[in-house]
């Protein structure tokens, strides 16, 4: 474990100093994510500015949502998108023969050699957006901490479907649409899942497991959130992480390196 950490810290400093070369990015990232936030912001305004409102959702309960789901997309960018969106270059490129070869579990190398920094904007308008609306609730730090276990679950399923479609690249090389089509199913979670249909709900909870990503938490940290969702949400975490371990040491069987 030690000595993951300690590669970890490398790879980080090593990615951080990389970056921060560019740091005008920074600025472009950060009024990227305002415009998002803005935008979000304004789309949800749509529906209760005009006096509806989704069912047991009040303003400020559905800002907690959009704050959480606005957290998970500079997550995302910080660490999904840089690490495993190079899992399809590596195959295509024969790179990924240099990953097998080192003296590290190659998951690991790959899901952690680098980070982003230009998703910490949209970890900041998250982090605000949930102090305010927390703040407008009366929400207290016992009430967020309630939300710490299915957050962390939601960023695990993430990860682990994140990771399943980049390993398939061994078999289909240009998998980018599909990471896309994820990225867009996840953009249900800006809202509740009381605001689709019964049909999507289903879908989005399991087919796609949106609401463990956004809405679980965010009834967690209302305090609505029953026991058996929180279990739910660390047994699929769980299972698909697991999933996600087996799924690329099967499909190392099917690759073929760039000296053979």
């Known amino acids: 474990m030690n000595r993951y950490l300690r590669v970890l810290t490398l790879f980080w400093s090593a990615a951080i100093a990389a970056e921060l070369e560019y740091r005008i990015n920074f600025l472009l990232a950060a009024l990227g994510s305002l415009g998002n936030m803005v935008g979000s912001l304004f789309g949800l305004f749509l ?14 309960a559905a800002l907690l ?16 998108a840089p690490n495993l969106n190079n899992i399809v270059r590596h195959v295509q490129e024969g790179t990924l023969d240099f990953v ?4 590290i579990r190659s998951q690991f190398w790959l899901s952690t050699h680098t980070i982003s920094p230009w998703g910490l904007p949209d970890v900041i308008f998250g982090s605000i957006i949930i102090g305010y609306a927390g703040q407008q609730l009366g929400l207290e730090i016992n009430d967020y901490l309630k939300s710490t276990i299915p957050l962390f679950c939601g960023f695990v ?8 479609l980049g390993a398939t690249s061994i078999w289909f090389v240009k998998i980018y649409n599909v990471t896309e089509v994820l990225r867009g199913l996840l ?23 949106v609401a463990f990503l956004t809405t679980i938490p965010a009834e967690a940290m209302l305090g609505r959130s ?21 799924f690329w040491r099967f499909a190392l069987r099917f690759y073929t390196s760039a000296s053979s």
Do not use: H
């Open 47 to 60: 529906f209760y500015g005009n006096g509806y409102r989704f069912a047991g959702w009040s303003w400020e």
């Open 65 to 80: 949502v959009l704050g959480i789901f606005t957290l998970l997309q500079g997550f995302s960018a910080t660490f999904l």
């Open 100 to 103: 097998l070869l080192k003296p």
């Open 157 to 164: 399923i993430l990860y682990s479907l994140w990771f399943m």
């Open 187 to 209: 953009e249900a979670g800006r809202y509740p899942m009381v605001a689709y249909p019964t049909a999507f709900r289903f879908f989005f909870t399991f087919v796609v497991p």
């Open 226 to 246: 029953q026991l058996s969702g929180t279990i739910g949400a660390g047994v699929l975490a769980l299972v698909l992480f697991f999933v996600s371990t087996r």
